[in-house]
């Protein structure tokens, strides 16, 4: 069933003025644990197609599921890191539904008894146009279920099944832990709403990465997230209907798939109609949302507790030495380093922006100072980054290589300019920076003897210049120093060239 589509939208900033909207995020986490959920089979992402699967993850008669204690631990860690409250006993369900990617015909999840409840994350949304707004998202649940297989569409043009000639099936996911985490209505967030969602993903994305329980890749699929939107009018104390947009896999994505459903929603409202309740798929190209099926009620999967598990009791102090064992969590991090760094909140962002704070960690762990980690890492090592479409965590540089430059150029061994050419050549796979430096010939140059005939010839060359010093102006030994720098094509040592100079001519 759809919805019918209004032809026109509502501008946002007129949506908001009459409507409040309300959000809510589901996101899944595909955990990275050695094994899969209830099996031995290996978790891991990709893989020729049907080749991690046996008896249990393929649902074959008389298989039995057996839990996986690392996947309870994960799910715990994430439960306690969002500030959740930690079942003392709960029950894995048997959600009903067919799907040809699921070969039981039925998904291991929890329903009513989830492995953690009622927590919270802190978020902080910064749209640079002002201080940061701080909001908490209540988190409702978190609970632990196993991934579906995945259908592979042949012959459409969009690779989903319609027009497509036939489907394949690949179970190598069935069965991988899946963490779901689902967040409580975010209200009272008006027109930030689409940043504050966003927010909330990338903020979850640092914390569950910091707790190494999922490699968080959004464009692998390993974190899918999926957004419910509202709007109530102005005033109003109910939540309208809310929509489903289902799988949006970027954090920018997020923020338009929400922003789009609020201009789209107020249409239907505005002109009378009534949202429906359905899932929606969120098209990256045109930034706008269609509707997909009418959204199922719980009661449709017919849940029962997993007749083939038995109940799950984690021990108290299993759970408190789980939560001993958490590490510092990123917004706590953030700040320790923001006080430790002497940066500016709008210097923090740009780090965080960047997604540089690791590297500029690691490289001031190396040795170099954090005010010349930022400086590179933000500067031209995000140009080259830029220019060549990778992260910049996915340069062909470690922090301990920038480290060793910037310990260079401390030393005197080399300037920023020999440095860009060290950094060339570190990028190139030339190897770390000394080789790179004693292969392309790059060390500054402050033997005396090699940089007197410099200064002699740029002397010469500039007899006036050289007449202004001798008469007491040394300011202008700039001039020269220049001269000497353009002669050795940067590789002269260019305090030690003046001292050559004034010492000459003084
Ligand atoms: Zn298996």
Redesign the pocket.
């Known amino acids: 069933m759809t919805s019918a589509q209004p032809l026109s939208v509502t501008p946002y900033a007129e949506a908001l003025g009459r409507y409040e909207p309300a959000i809510g995020l589901e996101t899944h986490v595909e955990l990275g644990t050695r094994t ?1 959920l209830f ?3 290996p978790a891991q992402f990709g893989g020729e197609p049907n080749t991690h ?2 008896p ?2 393929l649902g074959l008669p008389g298989s039995l599921p057996v839990p996986s204690r690392a996947a309870i631990e994960y799910t715990i860690r994430i439960g306690l890191a969002l500030n959740c409250s930690i079942a003392g006993w709960c029950r894995f369900a048997r959600k009903n539904y067919f799907y040809p990617d699921m070969p039981k015909d039925f998904q291991i999840s929890q329903y009513d008894e989830p492995l953690c409840t009622d927590g919270w994350l802190d978020v902080t949304v910064d749209e640079g146009d002002g201080e940061p707004a701080h909001v908490r998202a209540g988190i409702e649940r978190v609970h632990l279920e196993e991934d579906t297989g995945k259908s592979l569409h042949v012959g459409g043009a969009t690779g989903r099944i319609h027009g497509a000639d036939y489907s394949l099936v690949d179970y190598n996911r069935a ?1 991988i832990p899946l963490v779901e985490i689902v967040t409580k209505p975010i209200t009272g967030t008006g027109a930030a709403a689409p940043a504050v969602a966003r927010a909330y993903v990338a903020e979850l994305r640092e914390v569950i990465r910091s707790l190494s329980v999922s490699d968080v890749r959004m464009e692998e699929g390993s974190l899918r997230a999926d957004v419910n939107t509202s709007l109530a009018p102005r005033g109003s104390a109910v939540l309208g209907t809310r929509t489903e947009t289902k799988n949006v896999n970027s954090l920018r994505s997020v923020e338009r798939a929400i922003r789009s459903e609020i201009e789209r929603q107020a249409a239907v409202l505005d002109a009378g109609g009534a949202v429906a309740l359905e899932t929606r798929h969120f098209h990256e190209d045109t930034g706008i949302t269609t509707a997909g099926r009418s959204k199922e009620e719980a009661e449709d999967y017919r849940y029962f507790p997993e007749p083939d598990l038995v109940p799950l009791a984690p021990a108290r102090e299993w759970v408190e030495q789980i939560r001993r064992s958490l590490p510092e969590l990123p917004s706590v991090r953030r700040e320790r380093l923001q006080a430790e760094w002497n940066l500016s909140g709008a210097d923090l962002s740009a780090l965080r922006n960047a997604d540089a704070i690791d590297l500029v960690a690691a490289t001031a762990e190396a040795g170099a100072s954090p005010a010349d980690a930022r400086k590179w890492w933000l500067g031209e090592l995000s140009r080259r980054a830029h220019e060549t479409g990778t992260e910049l965590a996915a340069l062909p540089i470690t922090p301990a290589q920038v480290a060793r430059v910037a310990e260079l150029i401390a030393s005197g061994a080399l300037s920023d300019r020999l440095a860009r050419e060290v950094i060339d050549g570190v990028l190139a796979g030339e190897g770390g920076p000394d080789q790179v430096v004693t292969a392309r010939g790059l060390a500054v140059v402050s033997d005396d003897s090699a940089l007197t005939a410099a200064v002699e010839q740029a002397i010469a060359a500039n007899p006036e210049v050289a007449d202004r010093i001798r008469g007491g102006k040394t300011a202008a030994a700039g001039v020269l120093v220049g001269a000497v720098m353009k002669a050795t094509r940067g590789q002269a040592d260019a305090a030690r060239v003046r001292e050559l100079i004034v010492q000459r001519l003084g």
């Open positions: 899969k099996c031995g089979c699967v046996c249990v993850c069965g």
